[in-house]
């Protein structure tokens, strides 16, 4: 129960804390609460995540704007929070991410071919259907841009913002369970995941799944840790494959496997570009200056490029 309720009350320090008002309240409260840690103590240690759980709670018994309200849909839709929590996974599939891996990925020259792991719906593989907005430089689609979303993030360091898109010749994703948006509860599911306050970031969400919608991009359904290689092999030959994952790797436990993922990627015949938070890969971080509260690390080959906040709305290039 301690080690529970400290990761709701890092939760709310780290990642809640100035971006969801509504979030860090209630993590705080759940770290306090009886209830809600011994219904969170009954599921598997990878389906108590906070953020599965408020969408969980929203999609059984609506938002709730206060402690009383959590309580009271608590007590009263226990059972259904639970079955959902057991059913249902956080596939944020966060399009805005695509601000932050677009530099690293635009760096590469010639014939590109894209793979995505832990790819969801997809949503993160169509960078040029969209618009980006870094303050000092926008780059927009030259066709239909008044309908694309246009993703905003604040850029700090040199970064190598991109004039133009990469010559992306061929994309797939990889996803234990990948996320059809022909289902309305798929569809409703994914806006459900996105912060309460974030008005502007579901717009841009709902933009993107129309795109995706009428362009659906490639998502075969497999593990990364073993079905990666066949797929990788289906790449063009004469592409630069790029491998590329963006908060996929904290939900395997296991260090060593995460290792071995590491050591696979470093020894392919590709580019890895990696943005996760880096505990997942400490060593990598291993001569950097401490992180940022609840910034991720981006790495191409394992080299640090850059600290990106979670939903790709800041990039503080190293």
């Known amino acids: 129960m301690h080690e529970l309720a400290e990761r709701y009350r890092l939760f709310a320090r780290t990642e809640a804390a100035g971006r969801s008002p509504l979030y860090e309240r209630l993590s705080i409260h ?18 108590r995540q906070p953020n599965l759980f408020f969408a969980a709670l929203r999609r059984v018994a609506d938002t709730p704007l206060s402690i009383d309200a959590f309580e009271k849909s608590l007590a009263e839709h226990a059972a259904a929070i639970r079955q959902v929590m057991l059913s249902r996974s956080t596939q944020t599939n966060e399009p805005g991410r ?41 780059l927009l689609p030259r066709q239909g841009a008044a309908a694309r979303p246009i993703f905003p993030c604040k850029v700090t360091g040199t970064a190598p913002l991109p004039i133009e898109y990469p010559n992306i010749v061929w994309r797939a994703g990889l996803d234990l369970n990948p996320v059809d948006l022909r289902n309305d ?6 806006e459900l995941l996105v912060w309460p306050e974030d008005a502007d970031r579901l717009e841009r969400l709902q933009a993107a799944i129309r795109i995706a919608r009428s ?25 630069t494959v790029v491998v590329y994952h963006s908060a996929v790797l904290s939900y395997i436990a296991d260090q060593d496997s995460r290792d071995e993922f590491a050591e696979t990627m470093l020894a392919a015949n590709c580019v890895w570009i990696s943005n996760e938070s880096p505990r997942v890969f400490p060593q990598f971080a291993r001569d950097l200056e401490p992180a940022p509260d609840g910034m991720f690390l981006l790495t191409v080959n394992g080299r640090p490029q850059a600290w990106t906040s979670p939903h790709g709305r800041e990039l503080h290039w190293i």
């Open 215 to 239: 362009k659906p991009p490639r998502v075969v359904r497999g593990n990364l840790l073993r079905d990666l290689k066949g797929l990788m092999a289906q790449a063009p030959a004469e592409a």
């Open 185 to 190: 509860d798929d569809v409703a599911w994914l």
């Open 30 to 47: 759940v770290s306090q609460s009886p209830a809600a840690l011994a219904l969170l103590s009954t599921l598997p240690p990878d389906k």
């Open 98 to 138: 695509c601000s932050v891996l677009l530099p690293s990925l635009a760096s590469i020259t010639g014939d590109v071919a894209l793979i995505e792991v832990g790819a969801s719906a997809g949503l993160c593989l169509l960078f040029e259907e969209y618009g980006f907005d870094w303050g000092a430089r926008r």
